[in-house]
């Protein structure tokens, strides 16, 4: 299992009644080599939602989240780019 840090690049922030300072968020072509690698999201707190997508097909790649790590639960090596809802660090 390895760790990747990253910084996702906010889009826009998300508004509302209840705005706590959500954004959303897209990370680009960030590496796992094997499942179960990590990405970490330095400048996120916490991660409330996570779409991952591999960059050759635009297939979903299966993840979890845990506070601001990402986990990449897919059994294949891939380079996904993610969408993320966070809340800022």
Not at 2 to 21: S, Y
Not at 48 to 66: H, M, Q
Request: net charge negative.
């Amino acid at each position: 299992m390895t760790n990747v840090n990253v910084t996702a690049v906010e889009l826009m922030p998300i508004g509302g009644a209840a705005n706590d300072g959500t954004k959303l968020g897209f990370i680009d072509s960030a590496t796992k080599a094997a499942q179960n690698d990590t990405l970490t999201v330095t400048n996120a707190s916490s991660i409330k939602l996570a779409l991952a997508l591999t960059d050759a097909d635009g297939v979903a790649d299966p993840c979890t989240i845990s506070s601001n790590v990402i986990t990449l639960t897919g059994a294949t090596a891939t380079s996904p780019s993610l969408l993320i809802v966070y809340t800022p660090a």
